[in-house]
């Protein structure tokens, strides 16, 4: 029997390939979607031709720096260089008699020197930026303007001394961000990602994405991680599904250590090629539990940088001594990176629901060097990923893009991270991860090399 009635739908998206043909969208949701050919009774006022690629869910990226990836676009990146003596050619032809400072990002390779800098310049500040943004190296001009020439003799800052720089770099203004926030926008659509989880979000980008998105210039759905004083106390209790499902600010990042290539990382022996340095802890017992405490009771979620396995090991102690499992897990905390990870851990993690918000590209990246840093014998602890997921622990991949590359392809192996574990990482399950009837029209549609089109709440925000 023929059907007689019909349903006006928004958007009509047919002749796709893999295991959804079509889909019927309105206001921005998921009405109606199947294989083979769409139904006559749905009354579509657009339809969109998907010339026989393949759909897939809305990607989501659960770690990445969104205003550092945009922003790299207007800096000079060195991450080419491959030696220090073309980093000094470079840093040379950069500098004019109209240089007032110079600071560059990327550099990969081996460690600089204060003497190496001051060959440059003696009179304008210079700082070089590791690739993990979690160390720099400076010259003594800077030094002795900051005042800390004799507490880092060496030009070289870590992790929370990189404080003492603020007030010597160039301001940037609501402009630039503006700009960079877009830039990170396209460059993120065009990969087929729908969704982030911004990493340590300050205040001023943070107004900024509200603007944008009040303005309604923004189509990346974001969730915030809020990291400083400033954006802390601006939103002291969670607020979330903002702008349509495109804003989430319900997370706080905090870092318990450093990364693994300025030794910063925190790991429970000592680094093999630093005899006795065991890596830094960024904090201490009373701080941890007290934001752990007030997180708890403004219902915030804790997202936890942890790369070295005596950072996480900490952590867990702290849950284990003065909270209960059950406030924890309601609040969905995070481990960020575990690159190193102790396999004894795994149970308590359990007990707590920590998601392991893991990044497979930083392991095949590190890979060169990690031995070193490690030895032999604890490389066996590195990317336990398989381990986890048989322990039943949740985990969401990311790609912590500007420091790694962004397209999800890569890391084919982990497309249910990407997908529904990065859903239930932002509380968000029952609108993302999947594509189901009534959750947001969110997917990408791919060719075999390219992404061909993304859409975002029924929108195509993206075509090749
Ligand atoms: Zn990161």
Known sequence: ????????????????????????????????????KPPKHLLAKKKINLEGHEIFPGWIDSHVH????????YELDVGFCSSQDELLEILKGEVTPKTSGLEVCGWKGSELSLFLLDQVSSCIPIIVRRVDEHAVWVNTCLLKKANILKKYPTGF????????????????????IEAALMEAEIQLLSDGITSVHDMATELLPLKTLITLMQQ????????????????????????????????????????IDGALGSRGAWLSSPYEDSPGHCGTPLSTEKELVSTIRKALQNQFQLIFHVLGDQASIFVLEILNTYFSP?????????????????PKVLPLMKKFGIIASVQPWHIV???????????????????????????GIPLCGGSDTPIEP???????????????????????????????IGKLADFSVRSKEKTEMT???GEVVYAR
């Open 1 to 36: 029997m023929q059907a007689c009635w019909e349903l006006l739908i928004d958007t009509l998206f047919y002749n796709g390939k893999g295991r959804i043909h079509w889909l019927a969208s309105s206001r921005g949701w998921i009405q109606d979607l199947g294989t083979g």
């Open 455 to 457: 859409v975002v709440g």
């Open 365 to 391: 990246s590190d890979r060169p060097w990690l031995e070193k840093r490690l030895g032999k014998k604890r490389m066996n602890t590195v990317g336990i990923f398989d381990k986890m997921k048989k322990k």
């Open 216 to 255: 309604k210039k923004m189509n990346l759905r974001v969730s915030c991680a809020l990291y400083g004083k400033e954006a802390c106390n601006a939103f002291p209790k969670p607020q979330v599904n903002l702008f349509n499902h495109h804003l989430n600010i319900r997370a706080k990042k905090i870092f």
């Open 66 to 73: 969104l205003y550092l990836l945009g922003s790299k676009k």
């Open 157 to 176: 800052l870590a992790d929370k001394a990189m404080k003492h720089l603020e007030p010597f770099r160039p301001k940037v203004s609501p402009h630039e």
């Open 326 to 342: 059950k406030e924890v897990r309601d609040r969905r905390f995070r481990f960020e990176h575990l690159e190193v990870c102790h």
């Open 406 to 436: 962004h397209d999800p392809r890569l890391v084919k192996k982990f497309v249910h991270f990407y997908t529904v574990g990065g859903a239930y990482a932002e509380f968000s399950e029952d609108t993302k991860g999947t594509l189901e």
